[in-house]
Nanobody, 120 residues
């Protein structure tokens, strides 16, 4: 199972970006999916998560500005980021709780990270 993230880049304050993360491989089912980020000099933190049924959780710092969604048919999770601030600058990592075919139990998988830089 692999997670491939894309969509990062440089954006001005107040701008928007959309991150995508596609899971591939011998996937039986995907439970929760989510986005985390690590800013320079800081520990990794939760940004948002979404269950297979569509229930979402957001960190207080992004609530009202970011929207997480998923397409279960495509095994893909998205993060729409609006009203971006310089403090949103970080490497963003996608995460998925995946049960692979034949595995029996779910495992945690991470994407490679995509850099988001918010600067004028």
């Amino acid at each position: 199972v692999q997670l491939q993230a894309s969509g990062g880049g440089l954006v001005q304050p107040g701008g928007s970006l959309r991150l995508s993360c596609a899971a591939s491989g011998h996937i039986f089912t995907i439970n929760d999916m989510g986005w985390y980020r690590r800013a320079p000099g800081k520990p990794r933190e939760l940004v948002a998560t979404i269950t297979s049924g569509g229930s979402t959780v957001y960190s207080d710092s992004v609530k009202g500005r970011f929207t997480i969604s998923r397409d279960n048919a495509k095994n893909t999770v998205y993060l729409q980021m609006n009203s971006l601030k310089p403090e949103d600058t970080a490497v963003y990592y996608c995460n998925a709780d995946v049960t692979a075919w034949g595995a029996g139990i779910p495992s945690d998988y991470w994407g490679q990270g995509t850099l988001v830089t918010v600067s004028s």
